[in-house]
DNA sequence: TGCTAAACTGAAAGTGCTTTCAAAAACGAA
DNA sequence: TTCGTTTTTGAAAGCACTTTCAGTTTAGCA
């Protein structure tokens, strides 16, 4: 039968080691301050009883949690996943908890955003992929919460940001290269870009602009705009190839997408590369997998990197804010 | 000038609308044991300040965090993720918090596992596909910390299975009934299986046993045991593909080995599936976008099954732990 | 042996909230 | 008006730790 004794606390240590709670509390805090063989009557004690400090408590005196936050949209698409890996491991290295909040909606963005900074249940935030009004920022940083935003950036808040729009004109310089003549484009640009940034049309602003520079251009039936789901991305790169005059190569916003485009070839017995080149974005682990061309983001390392630097402004909160910003890069695999 | 000035507390709050500080706690939980003036005083009084109630302190006065803990391993393979999709979606619909522990190393688990429970940082555990020592079990178990195991089971706990020897049959029972006669296997079923199990034996098993009815046999050789990364992977796959007399089918036991299959044919010009049909294990979303031929186990069911039950039990510890088995499809795709 | 400095320990205050209990206020009926 | 209810409210006791401060031991040395 499980004895549902509830576990003991400092006190009942106290009692068995006939010391004051104090002292329980050095041996675990500050080891050195306390005589070696009252160390070991109370280490013993703590192993009779099993006993291991409660979190809240904890970290209700010490003013700390140890815990580090991180808002991110689509908890679902690997890009974020791979992004949020980076972080972890950064946080597990450095003992600090790792706290998810899936956003799902403009709504419950503000409500986090709302409560997070008061509640005082972390002590740092990576904000991933997320637009944030001004005076959201605003009220992060006049909180004193520790912010690193990825993929948005902030004057009072520290931000990681990749350059979107020379990862365009990469793509467009790659194809342009391989002697590519009908371009189109596939990614979420829909005017309001919902809560989610996901800065698409700046690479497409690129992509376009080389294209434009070389002589080319990339008519609006070119370009399809749809939502990140598969269902989409499908519909959309069906009409793509279904044109007149079909593109020979496809730029899709991230790899999830491209895979899409690649799926509706291979229906279609569109070959890739020799009828079709598609070229992604993000470089995920399986954009590897399927030898496809893409624009490496570095999507682990953007979210180590973030974990540091909030770790370290967590550590000393005077440091001014730090914009960073990743480098691009292409990869060329079998699709191009 | 951000003015560090640190957040209001419930006494401030009381300070400047002249109540005490007990009606202050009950205008935020329990309204309407509060007059209606005083309410609307209070509540002024706490926008002006832009109050909110510190978590941690609420938590523990409340004795409890409204947080559930997931422990699990390779947060950064697709099926890890797809579940902790669906953990994620029942949690912030029932509104509870969703803290991440990572598991590196046996190490790392015995440590968790030994804290957590004590720490009551969490109303509750989800482990994923980690084997847990009968002891620590027992010790959570006994600690009263409300505990969902995924692919891995314990009479005091709740688990949630599925039935790999099963997944392994449908896989073989396809591939008979395909014609193919030269079968091969490619998971990961060294010794240990270290400290994530990954059921992959049993999947082997069950696929074995009606190649065997059928008359057929999978020698040593055709059976490849790797670990899950890429590398290895392909190695693996290569070695089967440059047998004297190659397999016609290759069954992976997790999609992602199974791209890594794709792969290392793609490479070889072996065609898929006219050359070669490969059968993955998983269903993850990539799978679909690859037309590969699957188990599906419904990943993200399964984490919401496990939060739901995780929901149900802290609210209710009385109920007898659950054992729950879920059903496997094979998913016919392109690559077979 | 006596003195001082160093090492150790305990009492108590602080952390921010919930909740119980009892007192005060308000209300109604007689 | 007065007494008995019912509704509101405040004081204070948790909750389980950390940490400061002051007091007590101990050790070292003359």
Redesign the interface.
């Known amino acids: 039968m499980?004895?549902?004794k509830k576990?003991p606390t400092i006190y009942d240590v106290a009692k068995l080691s006939g010391v004051s709670i104090s002292t329980i509390s050095r041996v675990l805090n500050a080891p050195d301050m306390v005589n070696s063989e009252t160390h070991k009557h109370v280490m013993n004690a703590i192993d009779q009883l099993?006993?291991?400090?409660?979190?809240?408590?904890r970290?209700?005196a010490l003013q700390s949690?140890a815990?580090i936050g991180v808002l991110t949209p689509f908890?679902?698409a690997?890009s974020f996943?791979q992004r949020?890996?980076g972080v972890?491991?950064t946080l597990?290295k450095a003992n600090y908890?790792?706290?998810?909040?899936?956003v799902?909606s403009m709504d419950?963005l503000q409500g986090y955003i709302?409560?997070i900074p008061?509640?005082?249940?972390v002590d740092g935030l990576i904000i991933m992929s997320l637009s944030l009004e001004s005076q959201d920022a605003e009220r992060l940083?006049?909180?004193?919460m520790e912010t690193v935003l990825i993929e948005y950036s902030h004057p009072?808040l520290n931000s990681i940001l990749i350059d979107d729009e020379h990862g365009g004109r990469l793509v467009a310089e790659h194809l342009l290269g391989k002697g590519h003549k009908t371009f189109a484009f596939l990614g979420d640009i829909e005017p309001p870009e919902r809560f989610s940034i996901h800065p698409v049309k700046s690479r497409l602003t690129g992509f376009k602009q080389v294209l434009h520079d070389a002589g080319y251009s990339l008519p609006k039936a070119y370009i399809r705009s749809c939502p990140y789901m598969?269902e989409e991305s499908r519909q959309a790169a069906l009409e793509l190839l279904s044109l007149p005059k079909p593109p020979t190569a496809i730029f899709a916003a991230s790899d999830?997408q491209a895979?899409?485009v690649?799926?509706v070839a291979?229906q279609l017995n569109v070959r890739i590369p020799q009828d079709l080149a598609v070229v992604g974005f993000d470089d995920i682990?399986?954009a590897?997998?399927?030898?496809l061309t893409t624009i490496r983001q570095h999507l682990d390392e953007s979210g180590r990197l973030a974990a540091e630097i909030l770790l370290n402004r967590v550590a000393d909160p005077s440091r001014p804010p730090q914009q960073i910003n990743l480098p691009l890069t292409l990869i060329e695999r079998?699709t191009t």
Request: proline share 7%.
């Open positions: 499980p004895s549902r576990s099993g006993f291991v400090p409660r979190a809240e408590a970290a209700r949690t815990r908890f679902t690997p996943v949020l890996r972890a491991s597990s908890e790792l706290l998810i909040y899936p799902d419950h709302s409560s008061l509640m005082r249940n940083s006049n909180n004193g009072q598969q999830m895979l899409s690649m799926k291979r682990d399986v590897d997998h399927v030898d079998q």
